[in-house]
């Protein structure tokens, strides 16, 4: 069956260092990969988008990568900050046409001060 | 903000009883798509609807249906309430082609809090 699979442990880190979250695949071939941020009681909030034929994206401190062969995503924050904290859901597209996307639980992160 | 309205922001209902949950789009977007997210979940996908037609649906029961209308605004509409229809419900809207040929960004509401008791 198709899955999405982000860590559903918080990811604590400290305040200035970097920031890395996971999304693995299976049974998907998506032509694109999102990366969302949601702060509690709110609707995600886009942050970046990255096709199956491109490696990495960045945008200000934020870079994904994204390996169709091992069917995963990384997302990176560098220089974290206390308002980084947040979950962060991935999602992409369940192929065979639809380019509607389809969201992984998301992975919170809690930078500390 | 993303320009994406819903209202109301809360609600509750009761079991059996049916319930209307409203959307304004963001301005030029043409597509809506709606979402159910239960607490610690990712939002799952319920319809789109792409210029007042539905585009394509996830795997929700017929007693969840929606509208759009000329203005791209959209209604989502569960009857017979669930107690497990009780979530944060999304309105995301986008225009294909944003992204790139098929492939487009989705700007999100504040959501919806529906609880059924």
């Known amino acids: 069956s198709q899955k999405i699979e982000q860590n559903s442990e918080a990811l604590n880190i400290q305040e200035g260092k970097t920031a890395t979250l996971t999304c693995n695949y299976t049974n998907y071939s998506p032509a694109y990969l999102q990366w969302y941020r949601q702060d509690p009681g709110r609707g995600p909030v886009f942050l970046l988008l990255i096709r199956e034929n491109e490696k990495e994206k960045r945008k200000e401190r934020l870079k994904v990568t994204f390996d169709t062969t091992l069917k995963q995503s990384l997302f990176h924050i560098t220089a974290s900050q206390p308002a980084d904290s947040a979950t962060y859901l991935c999602?992409?597209?369940?192929?065979?046409?639809?380019?509607?996307?389809?969201f992984g639980r998301g992975t919170s992160l809690i930078v500390h001060p | 903000e993303t320009g994406v309205t819903q209202s109301p922001t809360h609600l509750i209902k009761t079991r059996g009883q049916q319930v209307t949950l409203r959307c304004s789009s963001q301005?030029?977007?043409?597509?809506v798509s709606w979402y159910q997210q239960a607490l610690g979940q990712g939002p799952q996908f319920i319809f789109q609807?792409?210029?007042?037609?539905?585009?394509g649906r996830g795997n929700f029961p017929p007693r969840f249906s929606g509208l759009q209308f000329p203005n791209y605004s959209s209604e989502l509409n569960v009857n017979a309430l669930e107690l497990d229809d009780s979530a944060l419900y999304l309105c995301?809207?986008?225009?294909?082609?944003?992204?790139?040929?098929?492939?487009?960004?989705?700007?999100f509401g504040p959501g919806t809090r529906l609880t059924v008791t």
């Open positions: 995301a809207s986008s225009s294909p082609g944003t992204g790139g040929a098929g492939i487009y960004e989705q700007y």
């Open positions: 301005s030029g977007h043409n597509t």
């Open positions: 999602a992409l597209d369940i192929g065979g046409g639809s380019y509607i996307p389809t």
């Open positions: 609807y792409y210029r007042e037609e539905e585009n």
